[in-house]
């Protein structure tokens, strides 16, 4: 089975940081996604984590712990443009070629 | 330039009339997803395509069916759409599915009237 947990909402100030996290049980480890969606638009990919530590990417970061089972996905210098909902997937080895979503975590920036 | 494709944007469709989506890809990719997305909620996968291989997925309910005639194209048929089945739909691709990223469509929203 999986099961893929995330805070369903988090607000921020504009220019501040904000770490979103995600904690998943799974059979098997294939790697973990975190994808962006603004309302009323598609997923779009973010990042991509199979080994343990810190991937950055720009005002991204996307950390993975896979003995804790433990998932972040920092937002540096938020921008107003950063409102969206943010969906960790974690896809079970047994099922290499499925992709299902966690509840996905809505980030509100203020300014 | 846009690699998945879904029509219409929009569709809005009578309780219990036969409605179909269409999904169509530029990357000959693998796999092909059906997603339904209801308002603050996840992305809930329905079934997806490796190649011609089907996989439903156990809650999905026998009114929604998918096709894949070839490669390129995948569709959705609702076959019987009730006021539940609002939503939006995502067509999304991967390769072959095992640590590849999936790209998404612009998805389709559903209204049933």
């Known amino acids: 089975g999986q099961n893929i947990d995330q805070p369903t909402e988090m607000t921020a100030t504009e220019g501040a940081i904000v770490q979103i996290n995600c904690t998943y049980q799974t059979s098997g480890f294939n790697g973990l996604f975190w994808y962006q969606q603004h309302a009323g638009e598609a997923p779009t990919f973010l990042s991509y984590n199979v080994l343990d530590g810190l991937e950055e990417k720009g005002r991204f970061s996307s950390f993975l712990s896979r003995s804790k089972g433990y998932s972040y996905l920092l937002l540096k210098e938020l921008q107003m443009k950063d409102s969206a909902s943010y969906l960790c997937a974690v896809p079970p080895l047994a099922a290499g070629n499925k992709l299902t979503f966690g509840g996905g975590t809505r980030v509100l920036v203020k300014p | 330039d846009a690699m998945v494709i879904q029509n219409p944007r929009y569709q809005v469709t009578q309780f219990g009339k036969p409605v179909t989506l269409s999904c169509s890809q530029t990357l000959n990719h693998n796999v092909m997803y059906w997603y339904q997305q209801k308002s603050s909620q996840a992305p809930k996968l329905l079934f997806h395509?490796?190649?011609?291989?089907?996989?439903n997925e156990a809650d999905t309910p026998d009114n929604f069916q998918s096709r894949r005639p070839n490669t390129s194209f995948c569709f959705l048929d609702i076959r019987s759409p009730g006021l539940g089945d609002a939503a939006m739909y995502l067509c999304?691709?991967?390769?072959?599915?095992?640590?590849?990223?999936?790209?998404f469509g612009q998805g389709t929203r559903l209204t049933v009237v």
């Open positions: 395509y490796y190649d011609k291989d089907f996989n």
């Open positions: 999304a691709t991967s390769r072959d599915g095992v640590n590849t990223e999936a790209f």
